[in-house]
């Protein structure tokens, strides 16, 4: 179990990091990066080094903006979901529909015909 400083940290990170990467500015820059990257490897010939680097970069790099995107997105779908519980309370709507998020798929179908 990590400590609530480390946690906080990852969060912060997370958050973060998802603005960052979901801004104008990122999607400029990404695409600048590749255009000078593909002209320096045409001007200069692609090397097995200009290869090497471009085959292990970027996978290094889609699966750290993965990561940190799918923290991001399970962090906003349990606050979402918690926000949703409390409306079925509050509104006198039938409370067995409370975390049905959490059943199992195939108990699912009984309680959403119900």
């Given at each position: ?10 969060v ?22 590749h ?66 998020e ?13």
């Open positions: 179990m990590p400590t609530p400083l480390a946690h906080q940290l990852v912060r990170l997370s958050d973060h990091s998802a603005r960052i990467v979901g801004s104008r500015l990122a999607l400029m820059a990404v695409a600048a990066v255009a000078i990257w593909v002209n320096l490897g045409l001007a200069t010939g692609p090397t097995k080094q200009w290869l090497l680097a471009t085959n292990m970069l970027a996978p290094l790099a889609t699966c750290l903006i993965l990561v940190l995107l799918q923290h991001s997105q399970n962090r906003d779908m349990r606050t979402l979901q918690t926000k949703v519980d409390e409306l079925i309370r509050s509104s006198g709507a039938r409370n067995h529909m409370i975390g049905v959490r059943l199992e798929r195939d108990k699912d179908a009984p309680v959403l015909r119900g």
